[in-house]
Every structure is written in structure tokens, then in C-alpha cells.
């Protein structure tokens, strides 16, 4: 059993560039959602999804893109990468959203822009 | 807002120590609550989750009471292993608000032998 896949592991990218983190799951699970972990800070959520053709912004999207073209997919897109996106991104699905649900998470993407 | 405090870390012990990892949070009405656990180079995976006042959640020897009169859903464990060393996430989540996680900032917990 999959669970909730994430490509690529590890990255480092130039000031400037852009790239796609992909995330993937086999549960079929409606919602999805895209975190970021800084060092001491937890995690904060960047977008979310709670269905295919739908997304919506979380706390800290600026600088990122989403899309949701299918249940099992759900990319995020980083345009024009700067120093503070430097982080660890996790991708989480849960089946449905009434707050009391277990959260599946991938194993992470780590990104350093330099 | 919503909000979620932990302890600062990182928390070092000798095996077989008392574990407890402080946890308060801020919400209107009666969020559920997690701990998430986070073994070295892997993503996060539930520990223990309570939904209502009182409830306590439990495994693998850890426990967290949920107490609505204190806001707080500390975690606690009566013998560490070796490999409990992890960093632990509290966490609440609203029924109204599409199952997203507020997270506090994680505390590392470090076990030796």
C-alpha cells in the first residue's frame, strides 16, 4: 500500500528557477493539502484541495501554484524560487474533512534555493 | 486564531525516564486534537488523537487527555525507548474548517541508552 507519494526527495535550485513537487496518493482521498516546515516553527499549510478541479489558499501561498486535475494527484508549483522557500514540504491526504480525521502524510520534499 | 504552543525542545532523557511533552492550544468550541510523531527522515504519522472533552487518546505506551478546562493535551509516556527519539507535533483540527491541521512548533525528543 502507497499511501501518499512525493518525487522528487531532495532538490536544490537557483534563484529563479522554477520546478514542480509532485504528490500523488492511492487511497482515494478527497482532500489534499501541501505544508512547509521551517526549523522550529511546526508546519504551516501553503493550499489545499477538497476535490478534483478545486483548490483553495492556506496561510502561506504566496509564490506558489497548485492545480487538482484528478483525485490521486496534486502538483505544487514553485514560480521564480527565492531563498525563503528553502524548506521541507510535505503532502497529507485525509479521506474526508470533518476535522477528526487521521492526516496521511508523504515522506517529504527537502528544497534548498541558493 | 486558532493556535497551538509546545514546549521548546530539543528534550533529551535516559532510557526508561517519564516522558512529558507540554501542549496548549487556543480555538473556539471543541477542535479535535493529535500529537503526530516524525521519525528521523520520514513524514509525519498519527500518534494519538482525541475528539471531545476528556477523552483520552493512547499507543504504543503514549497517552494525552484531552482538558477542556486547561486548553491542554499534554503527552506523556512512563518509560522512554531508545526509539521514541523523534520530534513530536500537537496538533487541533476544527470540524468546520476542511480538516486542516493547525500544528504547534514540534518538540524534539532525543532517548539514550
Known amino acids: 500500500n502507497a499511501g501518499v507519494t512525493q518525487t522528487p526527495k531532495f532538490r536544490i535550485l537557483k534563484i529563479g528557477q522554477s520546478m514542480t513537487l509532485q504528490c500523488t496518493q492511492d487511497m482515494n482521498h478527497n482532500y489534499m493539502y501541501w505544508y512547509r516546515q521551517d526549523p522550529g516553527m511546526g508546519l504551516k499549510l501553503i493550499y489545499y484541495?477538497?476535490?478534483?478541479?478545486?483548490?483553495d489558499k492556506g496561510e502561506v501561498p504566496n509564490g506558489y501554484n497548485v492545480s487538482r486535475s484528478t483525485t490521486e494527484d496534486f502538483p505544487l508549483r514553485l514560480e521564480l524560487a527565492a531563498p525563503s522557500q528553502t524548506s521541507v514540504y510535505f503532502c497529507?491526504?485525509?479521506?474526508?474533512?470533518?476535522?477528526?480525521?487521521?492526516?496521511?502524510f508523504g515522506q517529504g520534499t527537502r528544497l534548498t534555493v541558493v | 486564531g486558532n493556535s497551538v504552543t509546545q514546549m521548546e525542545g530539543p528534550v533529551t532523557l535516559s532510557e526508561e525516564a517519564f516522558l512529558t511533552i507540554n501542549c496548549t492550544y487556543t480555538a473556539t468550541g471543541y477542535p479535535s486534537l493529535f500529537w503526530y510523531v516524525q521519525y528521523p527522515g520520514e513524514g509525519l504519522q498519527l500518534l494519538l488523537k482525541a475528539t471531545k472533552a476528556d477523552d483520552k487518546g493512547s499507543n504504543k505506551g503514549f497517552e494525552a487527555t484531552y482538558r477542556k478546562e486547561t486548553t491542554s493535551f499534554h503527552l506523556e509516556k512512563g518509560s522512554v525507548q531508545v526509539s521514541d527519539s523523534a520530534v513530536y507535533f500537537c496538533a487541533l483540527s476544527h470540524y468546520n474548517q476542511g480538516g486542516k491541521l493547525i500544528f504547534g512548533q514540534g518538540t524534539e525528543l532525543s532517548v539514550k541508552p
Open positions: 497529507a491526504s485525509i479521506p474526508e474533512g470533518s476535522g477528526n480525521t487521521e492526516a496521511f
Open positions: 484541495s477538497v476535490g478534483a478541479g478545486i483548490t
